[in-house]
């Protein structure tokens, strides 16, 4: 089933859902019937203002499907809320996880929404006793949230960014551990990781609040990792992915 929504100025995108999943995707949609390979990712995958994204690209290159599997600002609890999404991965030869933020996934602090990842639902009770002066009610998006939280104190959001940490590490490893080694992961950041146990800087680019020790310890569940530097609304860097990936698959 096919969708469309705007991008690329004047032109539109076609979208499209897998399985049952409700999600919508970048089309046109891909068989799944042939060999093929799957990309589960953010923004910079889905790319939705550049007419020809790294993973069709990377179809060319490769010769078989490549579905990408990819929302705007999406959060790793995207891809294992919904069943047919894991499905679909492990039934791919190959899979490219791209490396996520940890802002948009629901924890112990605040509620996403379980589709629109980056969707700020709600802060629980430990999130309210941590910042008393906030009305939470004012916030919609968590990057808004987790910026506004840090700059009235940077030592109390230490803690959350402790938590996001410790549930990011532990959901990842849950996306990756059922691909069996048949998983890239994909540092598409404006700069390489920082440095382990750096504190939480939300001035850096997104992926927020990872840094180099996290990637480390996912490293025994994905084949191996790429570091990918650029700018994702630019279509030479797309090719540039594209390419670099084809080489190392």
Known sequence: MAFMEPGLGARTLELCRYGTSRTLFRGPER??????????GGTACHAPMVADPWPDVLERFAGCPVANLSVVNAGVDLFLRESALARIAAGADRVFVQVLGALNLSNRFYQVHSRRNDRFIGA????QALYPEVDFTEFAFTQHMAQTLMRISPDRFDTIAAELRRVWLSRMASVLRPLQGKATLLWLGASR?????????????????????????????????????????????????AERISTRS
């Open 31 to 40: 068989s799944l019937d042939a060999p093929y390979w799957a990309v589960l």
């Open 124 to 127: 629980l009770p430990p999130l």
């Open 193 to 241: 990781p920082p440095r382990t146990g750096r504190t939480a800087d939300l001035t850096l680019m997104d992926p927020w609040l990872i840094d180099a020790g996290m990637l480390a310890r996912l490293q025994a569940l994905a084949g191996r990792t790429v570091y990918l530097r650029g700018k994702p609304e630019c279509a030479d860097w797309h090719r540039a992915v």
